[in-house]
């Protein structure tokens, strides 16, 4: 059957469709009984009639990583709760989709929400969960009242509730609306906020989510795109699957590109199989008319920034090896070799009309902003890098200023509970690295504010 899809909605030739199969197609909707003619729900059949682990070994051999954006193997994750464990197990689909740059989660939860529920009924059987959530960001009002129905959808035709199918397997998944803080997207922030607490997140270790999560029981927490990766694995096979891709890095991902390109939107691509040059050219059609690409950021405002002129060296030794910035493959161990990070799929492009004091700025607010305030390199750093790169932005800034701001990134790296502090940082620290010149050249001596006492020395010493 030919699928068709809205008009220009359709795949790329360099697209391959996994995830985003049924996403802005012309003959879809998110109703149960739409899903019930694609397939859906029978893999979630031929699951209950599996043993838990097999499951899980299915998910291992797949290499499925995390898309949330640690990259963290799944089935590994999964593996960590305690074989003797006598507490309830949870399983947590993080729908806090919050990390600048990123906004494929929300076309999953909108156009296809029984994807996400059977991968998560899947994978609370292959966890031992009995109870499930959904926790789902206040801005997405209309993708909770969609998941709701869906549910509804699934109580009804008998895959959720008591004996699902026959099985003897019962479970509940519950819909919880957080308030919008980024902070809830770390997954310790996001189990304390849903058990109605300030969202501080926790310390690891002890408190790993597989051993101590949720009321201090196993708790798996996965994105919302790993949990729709669950039901494609358990239908082809993890052997299979981990054809998709390349080494360490199988399968398929949805990268998000906005910016500053022709044709910005969202793209669905086999792990490592697409460069930057084909995605921001042959993909994305390219920079707008008269400009030329500066620079991006990868993997969501978190990650480090790439100049669109660097090289790289990667590998070790013999294996060693200089890669062009246009080479990079799309996958987590090149970006990482890079020095900087898939992440969550985020890609923001800039073009030579941005002034890097703009974005660094831009990025500096966001995180002030978002800051829990529970650490305190994170709670006064991020104030004092907005304020300082306010100054900069504005055309007030010292060339002191560009060395303060970096001895604060540094101070606030590795130095708090959560990787907030490393998300707040790291994009500081480069930018700075990389277009120091370009910010020392916004800056002025002029600009230095003098005391009564050095304007009278200075007076003083002036030639008769």
Same mark, same amino acid.
């Given at each position: ?127 031992? =969960? ?11 009002? /209309? ?14 035709? +008998? ?15 519950? &819909? ?19 058990? +109605? ?29 790993? %949990? ?26 949805? %990268?998000?590109?906005? +910016? ?19 995605? %921001? ?55 990482? /070799? ?42 006064? +750093? ?25 001895? &604060? ?36 001596? =002029? ?13 003083? %010493?002036?030639?008769?």
């Amino acid at each position: 059957m030919s699928i068709q899809y809205k008009e220009g909605k359709e795949p790329l030739a360099q697209e391959h469709r996994l995830i985003f199969r049924n996403i802005d197609r012309s003959d879809w909707d998110p109703s149960m009984e739409r899903a019930l003619q694609d397939g859906y729900y029978e893999q979630m059949k031929k699951a209950l009639t599996m043993e838990p682990k097999a499951i899980t070994d299915e998910v291992k051999k797949s290499g499925l990583r995390g898309r949330g954006g640690a990259g963290f193997p799944t089935g590994v994750k999964w593996g960590f709760i305690p074989p003797n464990n006598t507490k309830p197990v949870y399983l947590i689909c993080n729908c806090d989709e919050s990390e600048p740059g990123t906004f494929k989660d929300r076309y999953i939860v909108h156009q296809d929400p029984h994807q996400l529920l059977e991968g998560m009924i899947i994978s609370a059987f292959a966890v031992g =969960a009995h109870v499930a959530y959904i926790y789902i960001r206040e801005e997405f009002p /209309a993708a909770a009242h969609i998941i709701e129905k869906a549910i509804a959808e699934c109580h009804e035709k +008998g895959f959720l509730g008591k004996n699902i199918q026959g099985s003897g397997f019962d479970l509940e998944i519950h &819909i919880h609306r957080g308030a919008a803080a980024y902070i809830c997207g770390e997954e310790t922030g996001l189990i304390e906020s849903l058990e +109605g607490k300030r969202p501080y997140p926790r310390i690891k270790p002890p408190y790993f989510p597989a051993a101590l999560g949720l009321y201090m029981a196993p708790t798996i927490v996965n994105n919302v795109e790993s %949990l729709c990766h669950v039901k494609h694995i358990l239908e082809m096979g993890g052997d299979e699957y981990a054809k998709l891709g390349v080494a360490r890095n199988t399968g398929t991902r949805i %990268l998000c590109v906005s +910016g500053d390109v022709k044709k910005p939107g969202y793209f669905e691509v086999e792990v490592g199989k697409v460069t930057m040059r084909e995605l %921001l050219y042959d993909m994305c059609g390219g920079p707008k008319d008269g400009r030329e690409f500066k620079a991006v950021i990868p993997g969501g405002s978190s990650s480090k920034i790439l100049r669109c002129d660097e090289t790289f060296k990667i590998g070790r030794g013999d294996d060693a090896k200089d890669l062009d910035f246009w080479d990079i493959q799309m996958d987590f161990d090149t970006l990482a /070799a890079c020095g900087s990070m898939a992440g969550s799929g985020g890609v923001i492009v800039l073009d030579d009309s941005r002034k890097i004091s703009w974005v660094l700025n831009n990025i500096n607010h966001f995180y002030a902003h978002e800051s829990c305030g529970q650490c305190t390199p994170c709670r006064e +750093g991020n104030g004092w890098m907005k304020k300082v790169s306010d100054r900069i932005a504005s055309g007030k800034g010292t060339p002191n200023d560009i060395d303060t701001l970096e001895s &604060i990134a540094y101070q606030i790296d590795g130095r708090t509970i959560c990787a907030f502090g490393e998300a707040s940082s790291w994009p500081v620290e480069a930018i700075i690295a990389k277009y120091r010149d370009e910010l020392l050249a916004e800056t002025s001596e =002029a600009n230095v504010v003098k005391s009564a006492e050095q304007l009278e020395r200075e007076k003083f %010493l002036q030639p008769v």
